[in-house]
């Protein structure tokens, strides 16, 4: 049975810093490119940081370039997001996600997309 297991979320000021965690197990991820995503009241879920399988390519979100940093580390089969200056806007539940991937639909175009998801931690970054 496939497992991701977020930590490290809770309360932060304004301009504050979090280290996200999360855990695998059921199998190695190590050949699986993964991510974290967030979803705020009322928002859709969206991308916020992906990294390759190896961990030489990574993508972020315009709105957390230069703030946030995903890590992972295949041997421990764990995969990081470091927040710093956060802002309000930041608060979300944040999920990590296995076998991410960018699909396109000719309908709705390029989106990403996750085999396995967290149960999330939540993330409130006050003013």
């Known amino acids: 049975q496939v497992q991701l297991v977020e930590s490290g979320g809770g309360l932060v000021q304004t301009g504050g810093s979090l280290r996200l965690s999360c855990a695998a197990s059921g199998r190695t991820f190590s050949s699986s490119d993964m991510g974290w995503f967030r979803q705020a009241p009322g928002k859709e879920r969206d991308v916020v940081a992906e990294i390759s399988w190896s961990g030489a390519n990574t993508y972020y979100a315009d709105s957390v370039k230069g703030r946030f940093t995903i890590s992972r580390d295949n041997a421990k089969n764990t995969v990081h997001l470091q927040m710093n200056s956060l802002k309000p806007e930041d608060t979300a539940v944040y999920y990590c996600?296995?076998?991410?991937?960018?699909?396109?639909?000719?309908?709705?175009?390029?989106?990403?997309?996750?085999?396995?998801w967290g149960q999330g931690t939540q993330v409130t970054v006050s003013s």
């Open positions: 996600a296995a076998d991410v991937a960018l699909l396109h639909n000719p309908t709705t175009g390029w989106t990403w997309r996750a085999g396995y």
